[in-house]
């Protein structure tokens, strides 16, 4: 791996880290201010769609109920606003990448969004060699 004297290394990787946080915070943000998601009802919006619905999924969210979309729609939520930090905290970095593979990859398959798949988990590399240099080199 190069080394830290590489100048563009250092700035390519921290504007990558910095990118994938501020995606993942402000579009937990965003959630967090909206009543629709903070009362469980987003995602069934949300599989209505025409664009990203999934009609099996719809009806699934449906007869589970409200408190079980409540549930799902605020860990969503969480999961976005706490990336960043949760993210940056070697003991929790890797819970946090396996929550988002499994994020993304059911968004992949539900959703068809694919390409938020391969560009979220493609810095996932970045942030844990970043992480865990910082704290070995930098913290301890």
């Known amino acids: ?27 937990g943000y965003n959630k967090l ?6 009362k469980g009802s987003a995602l069934i919006y949300v599989m209505n769609s025409e664009l990203f619905g999934n009609r099996v999924i719809q009806s699934f ?7 079980f979309n409540i549930i ?3 860990v969503v ?9 949760m993210a ?3 003991q929790t970095i890797i819970f946090v990448f396996i929550i988002g593979f ?3 990859f059911s968004l992949a398959v539900i959703s068809n969004l694919n390409d938020f798949f391969w560009t979220f988990l493609s810095a996932y ?7 865990n240099y910082f704290w070995d080199k930098i913290l301890l």
């Open 1 to 27: 791996i190069m080394s830290f004297k590489n100048n563009f290394f250092l700035l390519g990787g921290i504007f990558i880290i910095f990118q994938l946080y501020i995606s993942y915070f402000f579009t």
């Open 33 to 38: 201010k909206s009543p629709i998601w903070r």
């Open 61 to 67: 969210l449906i007869k589970k109920g409200q408190t």
């Open 72 to 74: 799902i729609c605020w």
């Open 77 to 85: 939520i969480l999961f976005q606003l706490l990336f960043p930090v």
């Open 88 to 90: 940056s905290i070697p």
């Open 102 to 104: 499994l994020f993304h």
């Open 125 to 131: 590399p970045v942030v844990y060699y970043f992480v």
